[in-house]
């Protein structure tokens, strides 16, 4: 399975942003997905995942509402709709790609990454 992050940029706080982790191969509609994040001099960490179906769902406690995780295994592509940025957003967002785990939010638990896309909430 191969990943690609994209749909991040620049933006005001408060704003918003969609992310999109597309991937290859039909392999993908049985993979959960997950999204991490690495702001500078930090290290990476959970952000959200949804299995294979999009009936389990979860969000790092800081996400507090603000991000929404969703697929369309159609498209084979993942989605991280996020609302009410803050400048401590600001990082580079990595999807991963897993067949199964229960450990989703240990980035060992993930086989396959995206090369990551760069989010800047800033005024």
Same mark, same amino acid.
């Given at each position: 399975?191969?990943?690609?992050? @994209?749909? !991040?940029?620049?933006? /005001?706080?408060? %704003?918003?942003? +969609?992310?999109?982790? $597309?991937?290859?191969?039909?392999?993908?509609?049985?993979? @959960?997905? !997950?999204?991490?994040? /690495?702001?500078? %001099?930090?290290? +990476?960490?959970?952000? $959200?995942?949804?299995?294979?179906?999009?009936?389990?769902? @979860?969000?790092?406690?800081?996400?507090?509402?603000?991000?929404?995780?969703?697929?369309?295994? $159609?498209?084979?592509?993942?989605?991280?709709?996020?609302?009410?940025?803050?400048?401590?957003?600001?990082?580079?967002?990595?999807?991963?790609?897993?067949?199964?785990?229960?450990?989703?939010?240990?980035?060992?638990?993930?086989?396959?990454?995206?090369?990551?896309?760069?989010?800047?909430?800033?005024?």
């Amino acid at each position: 399975v191969q990943l690609q992050a @994209s749909g !991040g940029g620049l933006v /005001q706080p408060g %704003g918003s942003l +969609r992310l999109s982790c $597309a991937a290859s191969g039909r392999a993908f509609r049985s993979y @959960s997905v !997950g999204w991490f994040r /690495q702001a500078p %001099g930090k290290e +990476r960490v959970f952000v $959200a995942r949804i299995d294979s179906s999009g009936g389990a769902i @979860s969000y790092a406690d800081y996400v507090n509402g603000r991000f929404t995780i969703s697929r369309n295994n $159609a498209k084979n592509t993942v989605y991280l709709q996020m609302t009410n940025l803050k400048p401590e957003d600001t990082a580079i967002y990595y999807c991963a790609g897993q067949s199964w785990t229960t450990r989703f939010q240990e980035q060992s638990a993930w086989g396959y990454w995206g090369q990551g896309t760069q989010v800047t909430v800033s005024s």
